[in-house]
C-alpha cells in the first residue's frame, strides 16, 4: 500500500523543474496514484498535468496565490476560470476559496495542515495536532490560541511538510487519522 493516494506538485518559480515534475508524473502513473498541483507565483507555464495521460485531481493555491486567494473573489474567479469542472480546488473551509469554488463547480476539499510551525515535528505532537483538527474542527495557532476550523460539509485533505526526518511516519499518522474521518462521515465516498 502506498502512504499516497495522490500527490502534490509544487508550481511555484523556485521549484520549478520541467525534468523532475515529468518524471514524478511518470511515476505516479505507474503507482496508480493521482497528480494535483500546488501553483504559485510566478507561473509563467501555467498548470496543466494532462502529459502522459494523467488526469489533473486537484488544485491547491500556493504562497501569496494562496493568501490572495482567500481575500480576493476576482483573483480567485480567475485562476479557477482554467480549471476542468470535475478537478477538485483543496483550500480552507469557510473563505473565499471555499465560496468561489462553489460558486464555479469546482468539488471542494478542506484542508488541513499537520503543524503549526515552520519546523519538523515527531509523529506524536502530528497526530495530536491533527486529531483536534478533525474531531474539534479547531486548531491552535502559534500564539496558543484556539481558531475554529469551517470544516463544513467536506472530505478533508491533510497538507503534509516532508522537511522532517519523520516525515514517512508524520504522513502515515495523519493518514490514518483523515481516512478515519472521511470513512465516518463520507461513507460514500
Known amino acids: 500500500m502506498h502512504v499516497n493516494e495522490y500527490v502534490v506538485m509544487d508550481m511555484a518559480d523556485y521549484s520549478r523543474d520541467p525534468l523532475i515534475m515529468h518524471q514524478t508524473v511518470l511515476a505516479c502513473k505507474r503507482h ?86 515552520k519546523k519538523p515535528w515527531h509523529p506524536d505532537e502530528t497526530q495530536r495536532h491533527v486529531r483536534t483538527q478533525v474531531e474539534n474542527a479547531s486548531v491552535t495557532a502559534v500564539s496558543g490560541e484556539d481558531i475554529d476550523l469551517a470544516l463544513g460539509v467536506y472530505q478533508v485533505s491533510p497538507c503534509c511538510y516532508s522537511d522532517s526526518l519523520s516525515a514517512v511516519g508524520i504522513v502515515t499518522e495523519v493518514r490514518q487519522i483523515v481516512d478515519e474521518f472521511n470513512a465516518e462521515h463520507f461513507p460514500q465516498s
Do not use: S, W
Not at 481575500?71 to 476560470?81: G, H, L, Q
Not at 476559496?97 to 464555479?104: G, R
Open 32 to 117: 496508480n496514484i493521482a497528480v494535483g498541483v500546488h501553483p504559485g507565483l510566478p507561473d509563467i507555464q501555467g498548470f496543466g498535468c494532462h502529459a502522459e495521460g494523467v488526469e489533473l485531481h486537484h488544485v491547491k493555491p500556493h504562497g501569496i496565490l494562496y493568501g490572495t486567494m482567500y481575500r480576493d473573489k476576482d483573483t480567485c474567479r480567475a485562476r479557477y476560470a482554467g480549471v476542468p469542472k470535475e478537478t477538485a480546488a483543496f483550500g480552507l473551509a469557510g473563505t473565499i476559496n471555499e465560496e468561489v469554488a462553489k460558486e464555479m463547480g469546482l468539488p471542494f476539499v478542506a484542508e488541513i495542515y499537520d503543524r503549526k510551525k
